[in-house]
């Protein structure tokens, strides 16, 4: 095989992999933007792959499993919001509370919604029908970039929700309220602005972007139930959205970094090449690089104020009468 | 964390079942009924390992029917808290245990020296004591006759292999499964990836897709879910299952055959040795003689010859003429590993970590 086919499959495999990623990160962006850590990604995508699979197996209709798995994230991360924006709980906390019963509760309800005839319930389970990839004629057959135009729908959507979340959250009214809600809550409600309602509105608008993710796991990539199946890729998203330094345009960058290292490895492997680093390397770096790129951003934020800095108000609750 | 949180609720769920217990039947016939607790390392809806597991503890279930009641502790990590949830099962009134993945070994073993009483059995492990016996089977004989299969259907002779951890158990069936494919093809390559998981359905496939992209036109696995075996049908190519049947479960008949363990003939003696008051520790390595392993019914895509020729090498082995690790295996180096004649002891077996030839790939 040459280079070039190598090169193709490995973008492939890499967009296949990173679509889910990649939903789930802008949805953490939206919502670190507006000043709320939410680390109850890994939970909310799992329960949104629930969702989406059940939902699929029951009606046969992926739209509407999409739509429910969206439902589903965003109902949870209400639950946050509720925690965080109402309450004024520690967001670190809720959020690894929202992960864990995120996880359980998808457990249990993949055990019970599936066929009784069926010990193990959802799981084994196939679906009828599943998002395939689409071909664009010709554009599908160039060398390499061809890859980007065999995907599946949910992988389109993503080319057209990239460049809309840079442009709605720098270019736009709207998204400077939802930065300056992050930045500096106080001065954005001295304008006027009810902080309570922005980051409600990009909690809920991340929990339902990560249901998506999950479901792009379960209807797409794997169309399948598995308890676990999200295999820690909820936590590559904290990890993601720091490496793109809170940036949509980066969650690009980042996604392919992430997923192009995980393939490699495999292809790699795959392609009989002797490995110079052990794959159990290649594994772990994606979080070497983080920490780099981590490192890298604070020394050029310190020459450069401003540059790479996370929303100043991230994970800290706010309250109007707050002195 | 939340492996903490489910492993505390489990803690506290069954030392309520030990209380509840103790003060229901304090007198009542109690000891008729023989308390069985096993451990599973994953959840047995995973369709692989466990599963197989559970398929086993049903069937001595149905086969003891009241004479056994079982507690199952399932998704239990491997580290020194399944040694708490031992103990919580041995408070439950369990006077046998199973543990199914190889690093409960030394809480086992830990958990037995305290509780002489109470017999304990291990699966995978080498470790033991008076009161605790380690068992496995001898998959990689099975391995071996999948690997036949694969050589006969593959077009392309480059066979691919999705593998968890450069453990010896995987490793070993790498090899027999590489034997099996070069005594029907010697030209044939068997390409290894390595997810190092168990369990991660989208590191799986993606090991599958890698392979795929490759040229392989069989993917076999050593993993813990279908998604191997499902990429490889899903994009018309062949697969081969591994621990339960795959191709019932994926429901496609290019899945050619599955290498499958049947626990339930250990579990069965073994509760029954109890009841008899005749359990003895030993160290068990158990083949196609007690019918430990088997391979599923092949796929009717299979040719007629090539079943025949299937069932032949498993008869030669079942009547211990022949065996995998037998005569002259060269490395993936070339180099001699062992000389013709020679018969590779159960104790290199146990400790493989090289790749015969054939293989491409690297153990470490």
């Known amino acids: 095989m040459n280079a070039i086919d190598f090169s193709t499959r490995l973008l492939a495999a890499t967009l296949a992999m990173g679509t889910s990623l990649t939903y789930a990160t802008l949805g953490e962006v939206y919502t670190e933007k507006s000043g709320v850590l939410n680390l109850g990604m890994e939970g909310t995508m799992l329960l949104g792959a629930l969702a989406g699979f059940a939902t699929a197996f029951k009606t046969g209709n992926l739209l509407f499993a999409l739509i429910m798995a969206m439902g589903v994230g965003g109902a949870l991360s209400l639950i946050h919001a509720f925690l965080c924006v109402t309450m004024r709980a520690n967001q670190v906390v809720s959020g690894l509370a929202i992960t864990m019963f995120g996880s359980g509760l998808a457990n249990f309800l993949g055990q019970r919604l599936g066929p009784a005839s069926n010990r193990y319930n959802l799981t084994g389970m196939n679906l009828s029908s599943k998002f395939s990839n689409i071909a664009i004629p010709y554009l599908a057959d160039i060398p390499i970039v061809g890859a980007l135009f065999d995907v599946s729908i949910l992988t389109y959507g993503l080319y057209l929700l990239v460049p809309f979340a840079w442009f709605f959250l720098y270019k736009t009214r709207h998204g400077m309220v939802i930065r300056a809600v992050g930045e500096n809550p106080r001065t954005a409600a001295a304008m006027g602005i009810s902080v309570s309602r922005v980051r409600y509105l990009y909690t809920l608008i991340g929990g339902m972007f990560a249901g998506l993710g999950g479901a792009c796991l379960s209807l797409s990539f794997i169309p399948s139930w598995n308890d676990g199946m999200t295999g820690g890729k909820g936590w590559i998203v904290i990890a993601l959205v720091i490496f793109s330094a809170w940036n949509p345009a980066r969650v690009v960058i980042g996604t392919l970094v992430f997923g192009g290292i995980t393939s490699l490895q495999f292809s790699i492997q795959a392609a009989g090449f002797k490995l110079m680093v052990p794959a159990q390397f290649l594994g772990f770096s994606p979080y070497l690089i983080t920490l780099l790129v981590l490192t890298a951003m604070t020394i050029i934020a310190k020459k450069r104020k401003g540059a790479f800095a996370s929303p100043a108000a991230l994970a800290t609750a706010f309250a109007i009468d707050d002195k | ?364």
């Open chain 2, 1 to 364: 964390m939340k492996r903490g949180i489910v492993l505390l609720l489990i803690v506290l769920l069954v030392s309520m079942v030990a209380f509840g217990q103790g003060s229901k039947d304090k007198a009542s016939a109690a000891d008729a009924v023989l308390k069985v607790g096993v451990i599973y390392i994953s959840p047995p809806g995973d369709m692989g390992y466990s599963y197989m597991h559970d398929q086993g503890t049903i069937a001595m279930e149905q086969h003891f029917g009241d004479k056994v009641e079982v507690i199952r502790m399932e998704d239990i990590p491997e580290n020194e808290s399944s040694e708490r949830v031992m103990e919580n099962l041995i408070d439950a009134g369990c006077k046998i245990i199973f543990a199914n993945s190889y690093n409960y070994q030394q809480y086992m073993q830990n958990v037995a020296k305290r509780h002489p009483n109470v017999y304990f059995e291990h699966c995978s492990g080498y470790l033991d004591n008076p009161n605790m016996s380690n068992y496995f089977g001898r998959m990689y004989q099975m391995r071996y006759l999948s690997g036949m299969i694969a050589a006969r259907m593959s077009a392309s002779g480059k066979i691919g292999y999705v593998g968890a951890y450069n453990t010896p158990e995987v490793v070993r069936g790498i090899n027999a499964f590489t034997l099996g494919v070069r005594a029907i093809n010697p030209k044939a390559t068997v390409t290894v990836v390595w997810t190092n998981t168990w369990f991660d359905p989208s590191l799986e496939r993606q090991g599958a897709i890698a392979l795929l992209d490759q040229g392989c036109d069989v993917i076999a696995q050593h993993q813990d879910t279908t998604e191997p075996a499902k990429a490889a049908v899903e994009r018309g190519k062949y697969a081969i299952g591994y621990n339960a049947d795959f191709g019932k479960i994926v429901g496609d008949e290019r899945v050619l055959v599955s290498p499958m363990w049947n626990w339930g003939n250990y579990m069965i003696p073994t509760i029954q040795s109890v009841l008899d008051g005749t359990w003895k520790s030993q160290s068990y390595w158990g083949g196609l003689e007690d019918e430990m392993i088997h391979l599923s019914p092949i796929s009717p895509l299979v040719p007629a010859d090539m079943v025949k020729a299937v069932e032949a090498k498993q008869q030669e082995m079942h009547d211990k003429k022949w065996d995998v690790f037998w005569g002259e295996i060269r490395d993936n180096t070339g180099a001699v590993r062992q000389k013709s004649g020679e018969k590779m002891s159960d104790e290199a077996m146990l400790t493989i970590d090289w790749f015969v030839e054939g293989v491409i790939g690297s153990v470490y």
